[in-house]
């Protein structure tokens, strides 16, 4: 790859150059490959593009295509010397997709699991329904997706703000009307798009969840900083819905590691739970060891774990309840939630843990058998 090349690159999908240099260069393999750490979701997702962005090639279709969100129209195509018949067979081996009605794409938007898939061949639709509309500007949830940043769902249809527009939808869009400031706007490979902190006010106008999500994620991997969104909340003063933007903007954290954390602790905060403490390392001494938790209520001695049954193989199971165990040794209180326990069934799971916090520590024994 060359300086040209890494320096494009660089502008398309990196906002923060240090950030770049730490987390992209930094996996750079002879060859221009690069393997960038999956512990980083908004590193990969930009990763992905990238590989789509040298794949499109150097030639006329290839450069028409990253120039403008990876998508063309079928009038660009023709002028390009693409036959219809040409476009059809692309796309029935699987070479090309049609992200909206009038558009085509060099991407396939497949691989990785579902909800990737899902938010790939959405950031195209986005892409093609905003080159539609040269006075719209790809926000909401959309605009988080091609941020890289996780949202609760994938919209349903790209959103899209217009300076002067009548909210609600429209043809294969959702339209919000809204002031845009032109700092506001970036760019997503010549689409433009709100940029982070921008975003992130927007989200937390109108959907709670969604915004710690996707403020988290973006404190966490150096997207936007707090004055950045200090001053975004500044400047949409007297919006429709600031004051929660401003409250829930005000819980993110760059210690969260996953958006179930992110819904955890809000979901904490709502119900009036005593604020937790992120990625704790708690010692054994016994051991010679240490753990570290997720989420850790530390005066109630209360350990709160946060994943996916499906990572464990028999072996990780074995050494999670070695982890848990000692835990519990230590004088802890263990309780490991799920998605479905946050998100469809927090009730039940709210109940589960305000039990918790009532039931006194256990105590601890030293080895010679005395109490701690």
Same mark, same amino acid.
């Given at each position: 790859?060359?300086?040209?090349?890494?320096?494009?690159?660089?502008?398309?999908?990196?906002?923060?150059?240090?950030?770049?240099?730490?987390?992209?260069?930094?996996?750079?393999?002879?060859?221009?490959?690069?393997?960038?750490?999956?512990?980083?979701?908004?590193?990969?997702?930009?990763?992905?593009?990238?590989?789509?962005?040298?794949?499109?090639?150097?030639?006329?279709?290839?450069?028409?295509?990253?120039?403008?969100?990876?998508?063309?129209?079928?009038?660009?195509?023709?002028?390009?010397?693409?036959?219809?018949?040409?476009?059809?067979?692309?796309v029935r081996r699987?070479?090309?997709?049609?992200?909206?009605?009038?558009?085509?794409?060099?991407?396939?938007?497949?691989?990785?699991?579902?909800?990737?898939?899902?938010?790939?061949?959405?950031?195209?639709?986005?892409?093609?329904?905003?080159?539609?509309? #040269?006075?719209?500007?790809?926000?909401?949830?959309?605009?988080?997706?091609? #941020?890289?940043?996780?949202?609760?769902?994938?919209?349903?249809?790209?959103?899209?703000?217009?300076?002067?527009?009548?909210?609600?939808?429209?043809?294969?869009?959702?339209?919000?009307?809204?002031?845009?400031?032109?700092?506001?706007? @970036?760019?997503?490979?010549?689409?433009?798009?709100?940029?982070?902190?921008?975003?992130?006010?927007?989200?937390?106008? #109108?959907?709670?969840?969604?915004?710690?999500?996707?403020?988290?994620?973006?404190?966490?991997?150096?997207?936007?900083?707090?004055?950045?969104?200090?001053?975004?909340?500044?400047?949409?003063t007297g919006w429709?819905?600031?004051?929660?933007?401003?409250?829930?903007?005000?819980?993110?954290?760059?210690?969260?590691? @996953?958006?179930?954390?992110?819904?955890?602790?809000?979901?904490?905060?709502?119900?009036?739970?005593?604020?937790?403490?992120?990625?704790?390392?708690?010692?054994?001494?016994?051991?010679?060891? @240490?753990?570290?938790?997720?989420?850790?209520?530390?005066?109630?001695?209360?350990?709160?774990?946060?994943?996916?049954?499906?990572?464990?193989?028999?072996?990780?199971?074995?050494?999670?309840?070695?982890?848990?165990?000692?835990?519990?040794?230590?004088?802890?209180?263990?309780?490991?939630?799920?998605?479905?326990?946050?998100?469809?069934?927090?009730?039940?799971?709210?109940?589960?843990?305000?039990a918790l916090l009532?039931?006194?520590?256990?105590?601890?024994?030293?080895?010679?058998?005395?109490?701690?």
């Amino acid at each position: 790859m060359s300086n040209p090349d890494v320096a494009r690159l660089a502008d398309l999908f990196a906002p923060d150059p240090q950030w770049y240099a730490e987390h992209v260069l930094a996996y750079a393999q002879p060859g221009g490959v690069l393997d960038v750490a999956t512990s980083l979701p908004v590193a990969s997702w930009q990763a992905w593009w990238r590989e789509r962005w040298t794949e499109c090639g150097t030639d006329a279709t290839g450069r028409a295509a990253r120039g403008q969100g990876f998508v063309l129209t079928s009038a660009q195509l023709a002028e390009l010397g693409w036959q219809r018949h040409d476009l059809r067979r692309e796309v029935r081996r699987g070479r090309w997709s049609v992200p909206a009605r009038g558009y085509a794409s060099p991407v396939m938007p497949r691989g990785g699991d579902v909800y990737e898939a899902r938010c790939r061949q959405h950031a195209l639709t986005a892409a093609a329904t905003a080159r539609a509309h #040269h006075d719209h500007v790809v926000g909401g949830r959309s605009a988080a997706l091609l #941020h890289g940043l996780p949202t609760l769902h994938v919209p349903r249809q790209p959103e899209l703000t217009q300076r002067e527009a009548t909210i609600g939808r429209r043809a294969r869009s959702h339209v919000f009307a809204a002031s845009v400031r032109p700092e506001e706007i @970036s760019d997503w490979c010549g689409v433009p798009v709100l940029n982070v902190a921008r975003t992130l006010v927007d989200l937390g106008r #109108h959907d709670r969840r969604d915004a710690i999500m996707a403020a988290d994620a973006a404190l966490r991997e150096h997207l936007v900083s707090v004055t950045a969104i200090d001053a975004a909340l500044a400047v949409a003063t007297g919006w429709p819905g600031v004051r929660q933007a401003r409250d829930v903007l005000a819980l993110a954290s760059a210690l969260a590691e @996953s958006p179930l954390e992110s819904l955890a602790r809000l979901a904490l905060h709502d119900d009036g739970f005593p604020e937790p403490e992120l990625q704790v390392v708690i010692a054994d001494p016994e051991r010679s060891r @240490s753990y570290r938790v997720d989420m850790v209520l530390p005066r109630q001695r209360l350990v709160i774990e946060l994943d996916g049954l499906a990572k464990y193989d028999r072996a990780e199971t074995r050494r999670e309840k070695v982890r848990e165990t000692r835990l519990r040794a230590l004088g802890y209180q263990v309780e490991r939630l799920l998605w479905d326990d946050i998100v469809h069934h927090w009730p039940q799971t709210r109940v589960r843990l305000q039990a918790l916090l009532s039931t006194p520590s256990p105590l601890v024994w030293s080895a010679d058998g005395g109490k701690i």
